[in-house]
């Protein structure tokens, strides 16, 4: 029977499948899975909370077997991690359709969830999870270092230098926070309540130090604050208690904000409730514990609305906890924003998004060539240079080498297609693949998230990712995935992802460039209907067709 194992994707350019395409598909799975970048392996759950890469280990051997023997004009279909069926296609189709965790939305709840979780039936794919996309921690930098930006920008000056920035989670998504705040020069102090997470992210170099306890943490923030020194320290404990008690002692702090699994009840750890007793108590009651998780929520979001009222800048970062924290009661839960509609719109406008791409060879030599590639040619792009410069030097790769960046429409295109040009003439010792987040500028509907306070009230609106799906398949995307409930939770977002392979050939030339215009132009024709001036003068200037607007 198969049963847990410790999964690494193969690197070189020997195939264990027919063709890149399949063996890309392979490869990232496996990637997904990698001690060094999934959270919990064993479980095959790659990162935020439960996000799986496959439902069971038999369903992995068998997507493994199906992706080893795929032909070039087939397709695997995967229900919610489970290889389902294979169908004959044709080559510009995609090898991998994949749908994550949907319910029909009167049944759209963690509870029905849940129990049909428990039948064998489906699984969480969260985002890039079921989409074998994950990067490891990486992936968010870029996002959370560019929010951390504009927040300098909006409220201190350009720089966080001189600020105290707190926030909890230490996990695949929020270990990013500590690394995103000393970037932007700034202090930070991050609790989590597993130790684990703390040092892992010691040993992954994005955060710096541990502090001994509050008290610790505190000077340790102050002292480096008034040096005007970039700092993040690690503190363990649990955020329901620990911000009521700092807000309580009037903790010098400027900036707030949180990314514990708030979306998930079952993955946040409720006060009086040991760390060690976490699994089996939420196993054994999940009902009870849902309950304690939200009241503990409502506490720790109670502080942060506290924090605000006393001047700090507070924001959500896209875990829900507001949304947790009202059904606990708590009335004024929705009194800060999220950060989306606060930071990150204007960009979306432009098509802009957490571009990425992974190096299949496994040379780190292969990302640091496409990083000189991308100086090349977007040379005026100034926060791009300072970016990948700053990665170069500071991030640690998990897993297969990676970079991500944020690009937009008419920009994702010309580097797809640099790209192939440099596996193709040798330059590159394998093919790279090419994907993105669910969290883009045209690919998700999530009211609490990305689409907050849209315009035009669209927020709830879910055709958008649906189209976004349909049309990276119909221009070739390698595999295309349509997912529920990632980043915010059951009932409350539905997102689509895609990667493309570059594998050097002239077809896939071609299908980089259809998807990699098609796939952000989604974004601003998303914006366009709502109403943006910025979508409106992209779509203009860059010649973005909206039948509504011709004529
Ligand atoms: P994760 O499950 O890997 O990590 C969550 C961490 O929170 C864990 O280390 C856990 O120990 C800690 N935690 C749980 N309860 C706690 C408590 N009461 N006090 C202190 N720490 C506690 O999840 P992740 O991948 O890091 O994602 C975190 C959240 O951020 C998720 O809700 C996810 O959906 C969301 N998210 C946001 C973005 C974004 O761009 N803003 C992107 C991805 C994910």
New binding site residues.
Partial sequence: MSGPRPVRAARGTELSTLGWQQEAALRMLQNNLDPEVA?HPDKLVV?????KAARDWRSYDAMVRTLQTLKQDETMLVQSGRPVGVMQTHEWAPRVLLANSNLVGDWANWEEFRRLENLGLTMYG??TAGSWIYIGTQG?LQ??YE?FAAVAAKKFGGTLAGTITLT????????AQPLAVTMNDGVAIC????PR?IDRRIEHRYLDVKADNLRHALQLAVEARDARKPLSIGLL????E?LPQMLAEGAPIDIVTD??????PL?????GVD?DDMASYAAKDPAGFTTR?RE?MAK?VEAMVGFMDAGAEVFD?????RGEAQLAGYDRAFAFPG?VPAYIRPLFCEGKGPFRWAALSGEASDIHKTDKAMLELFPENESLHRWIKMAGERVHFQGLPARICWLGYGERDKAGERFNEMVADGTLAAPLVIGR?H?DCGSVASPY?ETEAMLDGSDAIADWPLLNAMVNVASGASWVSIHHG????MGRSIHAGQVTVADGTALAGEKIRRVLTNDPGMGVIRHVDAGYDIAESVADERGVRVPMREG
Avoid at 237 to 240: D, Q, S
Avoid at 267 to 271: D, E, G, I, R, S
């Fill in positions: 959270e990162y935020g909370g439960t996000g969260q985002m968010i996002g959370t929010t909890a989670g230490l996990g695949g998504m929020g270990g609790i989590d309540v597993d997470a404990g649990n955020a329901a620990l990314q514990t699994s708030a979306h998930d993955a946040y750890l409720p006060v760390f998780a503990s720790h970062y896209g875990n829900s906890i950060f987040d969290l998230r990632g980043g915010v939770g």
